[in-house]
């Protein structure tokens, strides 16, 4: 059956920044399919352990801040020490900075590719080691950005982080197919969570992006967790370096 192919029956997944937003919906997404869940967040992720544990499935709380490599070691040690194995990573966690180009300072630049970057190819890295110690493969997938394709305004380290992730995908995935590692990516749409609160309480900038949307509306979560499904199970096999907007048809405009 083509659907078995679907299932994630008994995997585990790390999902970073699951407390809320896409990362949220990735976690409750990857369980209805059948993971358990390694949620990695700053903050208490209970509604998402809620959800996670209502679908019958396990959620491991770890909590690190990955605006820092240090916690790196404790996420891999929790995940293996209490669940086992790691099949799927979901590197979402990200932060956004929002200034003119002209006046952007460093701390604003540096948070950002921490976070965003520098973070989620060390714990790819990490993570990567445990699945060749596996010897049986997996899936990683990084959340990317409309500005891993397009330029943006006023968003100079967030376009230069997610640029990197589109590129970093490509060069993690090159290196890792020949051990079943899939690395891939979604880039999300405009999506309506608190990363985006700032531009839909803008009248201006919002009726502007509305009007560009050809769906007619920004993304919802959940829309993100069919394709992150797809990413992490073996559907998408044969699936390397790629980048899946998940947009709307913001891009085909
Ligand atoms: P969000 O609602 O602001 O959620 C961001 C998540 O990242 C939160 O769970 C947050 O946890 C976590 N996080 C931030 N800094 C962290 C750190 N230092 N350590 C650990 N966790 C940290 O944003 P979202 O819209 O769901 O964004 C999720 C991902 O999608 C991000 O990578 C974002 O760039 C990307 N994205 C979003 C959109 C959009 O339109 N919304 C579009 C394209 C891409 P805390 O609450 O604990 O800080």
Redesign the pocket.
Known sequence: MILDSFSLQGKVAIV????????QAIAVGLAGAGCDVIG????CPSETKQSVEQLGRQFVDVR????KLDDIPTIIERAVSELGRIDVLVN?????RRNDAIEFSEQDWDEVMN??SKSVFFLSQAVAKQMITQGDGGKIIN????LSFQGGIRVPSYTAS?SAIMGLTRAMANEWASHNINVNAI?????A????DALRADEKRNQEILERIPAGRW?K?EDIAGPCVFLASAASNYVNGYTVAVDGGWLSR
């Open positions: 970073t920044g699951c407390n809320t937003g896409l990362g990695v967040n700053r903050s690190a801040d990955l605006s979402n966690a990200g932060i956004i976070t965003n959340i990317a950005s409309m997610k880039a999300p749409g405009y999506m969570t608190n990363n985006t993304g979560p």
